[in-house]
């Protein structure tokens, strides 16, 4: 182990490191993972995964299993001073476009053993449990990590062409690089409990919000009989009160009956909102939690930190292993930090909803949100709270351009219905609904789509593969359901470039379209 050589150096053994650890290996990187912990964290911490980060999951090859223990999100309702709706969210209802509902709620533990179980089967991937990273340094050659085994020990070292830290809120690697934290301005103690719910109790069947000034608390359906409980410490109160569980059934009682859960785990947690400064220092990148942290009031926290993970992993596949420029990691900061900046203004704006302890404010803001609910102008779906990728790599003047690719349901291999994402890797896709598109390239641009990794996929009512020039075939899927199809008919495309992390780069109606936009794509990736 001692000097080892690796393509790239994980800090950091959560949800976000694995995921990262994963998309890499499964392109034939050599990663090694470093994590002080011995053990998984065997109580939860996120609670939510949304469609994207589920499309990710499926990059992973973590176990079907796992799919199977997630619940579909109930729904959230905001309730006001006296008990009324003021402001809800309601589920989005099949077809789902991503081929998931759009938001789910799973227990962390569960998913993190998927997770390593995923990373075991991976030769190329080394995890070292209990394995501190004391230092890091760079230079043009690569990086350098020094190890320090938790349990003693000689130290070593390791080197990698890149590291990343997706060491969690208190970064060692970012702090290693002086990357400072830009404050959002949002900073409140809650406590955070939660629960297997064993008894009857009046409970709401959605996750609601507690609006109250005198104890502003959010209540969470969680996956199976799981229940968590937010409560907000208030300005006159110290935090550590709370961590004595007493204390902490004595606030519960305002919301449920205590003697019908079996508490699993209880905390006291600092929502806070901040960004760090700069996301890359040369060969050394951060993620996660190391980059960003929001209050939980839109279940992105996890969702962001795997979004990360996604658009760093294909940058690194695109230069390490399909020769392209080091350039192309400016766009990892350029479009990931402008979109978890309003996935946290959001957060942060619905946390003050909730947390409003002002009686007087919060009479005026039941009003005014009721206005807006009742006259039908309320956003009531949360994933339009989700923005689109505006900047880095997109066909900027196509409208479609950074908003997320369909999933469908196609028929695999042996005639079983299967996600497409199950099928078909994390690559530059062109996707088309026949193979007529699909021929509209050049023999020189399909030369150069298949050395950067690309694909030519047909997704259509039959599935009928097809050469293209005399080196490569076009893999083509009989789709199920028609939400490809109902997509290209809505847009009016024929055919749609697609990024590795299915964000769309652009679409085409010609083959004009599609030389132009697949030149100027060449020309940042090569």
């Given at each position: 182990?001692?000097?080892?050589?690796?393509?790239?150096?994980?800090?950091?053994?959560?949800?976000?490191?694995?995921?990262?650890?994963?998309?890499?290996?499964?392109?034939?990187?050599?990663?090694a993972?470093?994590?002080?912990?011995?053990?998984?964290?065997?109580?939860?911490?996120?609670?939510?995964?949304?469609?994207?980060?589920?499309?990710?999951?499926?990059?992973?090859?973590?176990?079907?299993?796992?799919?199977d223990?997630?619940?579909?999100?109930?729904?959230?309702?905001?309730v006001?001073?006296?008990?009324?709706?003021?402001?809800?969210?309601?589920?989005?209802?099949?077809?789902?476009?991503?081929?998931?509902?759009?938001?789910?709620?799973?227990?962390?533990?569960?998913?993190?053993?998927?997770?390593?179980?995923?990373?075991?089967?991976?030769?190329?991937?080394?995890?070292?449990?209990?394995?501190?990273?004391?230092?890091?340094?760079?230079?043009?050659?690569?990086?350098?990590?020094?190890?320090?085994?938790?349990?003693?020990?000689a130290?070593?070292q390791?080197?990698?062409d890149?590291?990343?830290?997706?060491?969690?809120?208190?970064?060692?690697?970012?702090?290693?690089?002086?990357?400072?934290?830009?404050?959002?301005?949002?900073?409140?103690?809650?406590?955070?409990?939660?629960?297997?719910?064993?008894?009857?109790?009046?409970?709401?069947?959605?996750?609601?919000?507690?609006c109250?000034?005198s104890?502003?608390?959010?209540?969470?359906?969680?996956?199976r009989?799981?229940?968590?409980?937010?409560?907000?410490?208030?300005?006159?109160?110290?935090?550590a009160?709370?961590?004595?569980?007493?204390?902490?059934?004595?606030?519960?009682?305002?919301?449920?009956?205590?003697?019908?859960?079996?508490?699993?785990r209880?905390a006291?947690?600092?929502?806070?909102?901040?960004?760090?400064?700069?996301?890359?220092?040369?060969?050394i990148?951060?993620?996660?939690?190391?980059?960003?942290?929001?209050?939980?009031?839109?279940?992105?926290?996890?969702?962001?930190?795997?979004?990360?993970?996604?658009?760093?992993?294909?940058?690194l596949?695109?230069?390490?292993?399909?020769?392209?420029?080091?350039?192309?990691?400016?766009?990892?900061?350029?479009?990931?930090?402008?979109?978890v900046?309003?996935?946290?203004?959001?957060?942060?704006?619905?946390?003050?909803?909730?947390?409003?302890?002002?009686?007087?404010?919060?009479?005026?803001?039941?009003?005014?949100?009721?206005?807006?609910?009742q006259?039908?102008?309320?956003?009531?779906?949360?994933?339009?709270?989700i923005?689109?990728?505006?900047n880095?790599?997109i066909?900027?003047?196509d409208?479609?351009?950074?908003?997320l690719?369909?999933?469908?349901?196609v028929?695999?291999?042996?005639?079983?219905?299967?996600?497409?994402?199950?099928l078909?890797?994390?690559?530059?896709?062109?996707?088309?609904?026949?193979?007529?598109?699909?021929?509209?390239?050049?023999?020189?641009?399909?030369?150069?789509?298949?050395?950067?990794?690309?694909?030519?996929?047909?997704?259509?009512?039959?599935?009928?593969?097809?050469s293209?020039?005399?080196?490569?075939?076009?893999?083509?899927?009989?789709?199920?359901?028609?939400?490809?199809?109902?997509?290209?008919?809505?847009?009016?495309?024929?055919?749609?470039?697609v990024?590795?992390?299915?964000?769309?780069?652009?679409?085409?109606?010609?083959?004009?379209?599609?030389?132009?936009?697949?030149?100027?794509?060449?020309i940042?990736?090569?």
């Amino acid at each position: 182990m001692q000097n080892r050589k690796y393509d790239v150096i994980v800090v950091g053994l959560g949800p976000v490191g694995a995921v990262l650890a994963l998309l890499l290996g499964r392109e034939g990187f050599k990663v090694a993972v470093f994590e002080q912990g011995e053990e998984i964290y065997d109580k939860p911490r996120a609670i939510v995964l949304d469609h994207e980060a589920l499309r990710i999951l499926q990059f992973c090859g973590i176990a079907p299993s796992f799919f199977d223990t997630l619940s579909p999100h109930t729904g959230t309702d905001f309730v006001g001073l006296e008990g009324q709706l003021i402001k809800l969210f309601d589920p989005q209802q099949p077809p789902y476009p991503l081929g998931w509902p759009p938001t789910v709620m799973f227990i962390q533990p569960e998913l993190e053993n998927a997770l390593r179980s995923s990373l075991s089967e991976c030769a190329n991937i080394d995890v070292k449990l209990g394995s501190r990273v004391s230092a890091v340094a760079q230079d043009e050659a690569g990086v350098r990590a020094a190890i320090e085994p938790i349990g003693g020990g000689a130290g070593y070292q390791v080197t990698g062409d890149w590291l990343i830290g997706c060491d969690g809120a208190n970064s060692f690697v970012r702090r290693s690089q002086g990357i400072a934290l830009h404050d959002v301005q949002f900073d409140e103690w809650w406590i955070v409990v939660d629960a297997w719910l064993t008894g009857r109790t009046e409970l709401p069947s959605k996750t609601t919000q507690y609006c109250w000034p005198s104890r502003p608390a959010t209540f969470v359906m969680g996956s199976r009989n799981l229940r968590r409980w937010e409560i907000k410490v208030l300005p006159h109160e110290d935090p550590a009160v709370f961590l004595d569980q007493d204390k902490v059934v004595e606030v519960l009682k305002n919301y449920v009956d205590p003697g019908a859960l079996e508490i699993w785990r209880s905390a006291v947690y600092r929502f806070h909102a901040v960004v760090a400064d700069t996301w890359r220092q040369d060969r050394i990148f951060i993620a996660g939690d190391a980059a960003h942290q929001m209050p939980p009031f839109l279940g992105q926290g996890l969702c962001a930190g795997l979004r990360d993970a996604a658009n760093l992993a294909w940058k690194l596949v695109q230069v390490g292993k399909y020769g392209a420029s080091a350039d192309l990691f400016a766009t990892y900061q350029d479009e990931r930090r402008p979109h978890v900046e309003t996935v946290i203004h959001h957060a942060k704006e619905f946390g003050l909803i909730i947390g409003e302890l002002d009686v007087q404010r919060a009479t005026s803001r039941d009003e005014e949100l009721g206005r807006l609910l009742q006259s039908g102008a309320m956003n009531t779906v949360r994933q339009r709270f989700i923005p689109d990728l505006r900047n880095g790599i997109i066909a900027k003047s196509d409208p479609l351009a950074g908003t997320l690719f369909v999933q469908p349901d196609v028929l695999d291999a042996q005639g079983s219905i299967a996600r497409f994402d199950n099928l078909v890797p994390p690559r530059f896709l062109i996707v088309a609904a026949d193979e007529s598109p699909l021929l509209w390239l050049e023999e020189d641009d399909a030369d150069a789509w298949f050395k950067v990794g690309g694909l030519l996929v047909s997704i259509g009512s039959t599935a009928r593969s097809t050469s293209q020039g005399t080196h490569h075939s076009t893999p083509a899927f009989e789709e199920v359901g028609g939400r490809l199809h109902d997509w290209l008919e809505s847009t009016g495309a024929r055919a749609a470039i697609v990024r590795p992390d299915r964000y769309i780069y652009g679409t085409a109606r010609n083959a004009d379209d599609l030389r132009r936009l697949v030149r100027a794509l060449l020309i940042v990736i090569e």
